[in-house]
């Protein structure tokens, strides 16, 4: 059973029905993400749901951790900040209306009560503390997290049955082999953390996850299998962090339980090829940011918020079970610099 409290209320739901519960939510999420610009009132997201308005609201409060009108001012605020930093030849008031704000008036209201400063100023350079910030505290949460990490490995390494095996050499601090690659878009079925980007509880998600899809008949053999990060670690705080594990599937597979169905959005990625641990796979991409990009002559596509940052586990994917070591590419969705 697992205890849920909302209002002055306390529920207690069957694990199935919670699992349930919380994949109705999290199509509330995308679909927050992918309609900014449009109305979303109560009775619009409740119907996505399938919740009556009045239980959804109180749910949706107790899963989520904020309003439904807390998530969508944030939501708003988080996509635009992010545009005015990677679209600098577009007007903040065209960026203010394309994420569903009434007029520029409202737009900076909101931005400046978020953030602490107006779009100008954000645009100007102050991005880069609110992101210092929100990197160190993340930073701090990682450092913490060494003893869990541990408590993971050494559950992977007594269920040798869930990951192809073998060894894989560290790759550390080399200088990263990066290709630009397209891809096509793909369906995916996925099982979604909420949470620290980094944080062991995300390699307790996979074990999970595998166990899942073992279950299910879709390994083995080996398939794609994708690890989506659906946030900006820089912009969103590490409590809301949104992370998905994700496997191909065909048409006729349908959304079960807490597992979704999704279209993974294709085209331009940069691919850094990673062997490490899950506790080294946070540094691994701070330093494909900060590194790599910037003297590449790329920059992060934000033009289309399904095109997200993803690890690519791909059909060679194998884990050496004593190290705790694997393999896969850290792809970023990106265009030419202007």
Not at 61 to 72: D, P, S
Not at 110 to 124: D, I, K, L
Not at 216 to 244: E, F, H, S, W
Request: proline share 5%; hydrophobic share 40%; glycine share 8%.
């Amino acid at each position: 059973m697992i205890k849920l409290a909302y209002a002055s209320e306390i529920c207690f739901l069957p694990m199935h029905t919670y699992s349930a519960y919380l994949a109705r939510i999290h199509r509330v999420f995308d679909y927050i993400d992918a309609h900014l610009a449009e109305s979303l009132d109560l009775d619009a997201l409740a119907k996505v749901a399938h919740f009556s308005p009045y239980h959804f609201h109180r749910i949706f409060k107790a899963m989520a951790g904020e309003t439904l009108a807390e998530r969508v001012r944030r939501r708003r605020a988080e996509v635009a900040a992010t545009r005015l930093v990677a679209m600098p030849d577009v007007t903040a008031s065209r960026i203010a209306m394309d994420v569903g704000f009434a007029s520029p008036e409202v737009f900076t209201r909101a931005f400046r009560s978020y953030f602490g400063m107006t779009p100008t100023v954000w645009r100007g350079g102050g991005y880069l503390a609110w992101s210092v910030v929100h990197r160190e505290a993340l930073s701090k949460i990682h450092q913490a997290e060494s003893k869990k990490h541990q408590v993971v490995l050494d559950a992977i390494r007594k269920d040798a049955g869930m990951w192809p095996h073998g060894h894989v050499p560290a790759t550390g601090d080399t200088p990263m082999n990066v290709e630009i690659k397209k891809f096509s878009d793909a369906r995916v079925a996925y099982m979604r953390h909420v949470g620290p980007y980094g944080s062991a509880s995300i390699s307790q998600m996979w074990q999970r996850f595998g166990g899942w899809c073992r279950e299910q008949g879709l390994i083995p053999p080996p398939r794609l299998m994708y690890g989506v990060c659906l946030d900006n670690p820089g912009m969103t705080p590490a409590d809301k962090l949104r992370y998905d594990a994700c496997i191909e599937v065909g048409t006729d597979f349908k959304p079960q339980g807490e597992i979704g169905v999704t279209a993974l959005k294709g085209g331009k990625y940069a691919c850094a090829s990673f062997a490490g641990t899950a506790a080294e796979i946070a540094g691994a991409w701070g330093r494909f940011v900060s590194d790599w990009l910037p003297a590449s002559g790329y920059v992060i596509d934000t033009s289309d918020e399904a095109r997200c940052a993803m690890e690519l586990y791909g059909k060679d994917f194998k884990m050496d079970k004593d190290t705790g070591v694997f393999n896969c590419e850290l792809c970023l969705p990106v265009r030419h610099a202007v």
